[in-house]
């Protein structure tokens, strides 16, 4: 039987997908207040992807509310 010498690839490192509990938080404290919380979000067509949390209020406010500025705050 032939051997090959074929390298070992390192493993790759488990990561940690925080975004998505960090959003889901935030998607749950901030959309009654009229932000909506994006958690995977595509910057480009194709990869690479971010990890990214994008807040977003309504288009049609003109202003932050109170409640919005207090949950910054």
């Not at 404290?29 to 807040?55: C, E, H, Q, W």
Request: net charge positive; glycine share 2%.
């Amino acid at each position: 039987m032939p051997t090959y010498n074929v390298p070992m690839s390192k493993p790759q490192p488990m990561r940690t997908h925080w975004h998505q509990l960090l959003g889901k938080l935030l998607e749950l404290l901030l959309t009654s207040l009229g932000i909506k919380v994006y958690v995977d979000f595509n910057l480009m067509s194709k990869p690479p992807r971010a990890d990214i949390l994008l807040l977003r209020r309504d288009p049609h406010q003109l202003t932050w509310t109170i409640e919005q500025l207090a949950c910054f705050a």
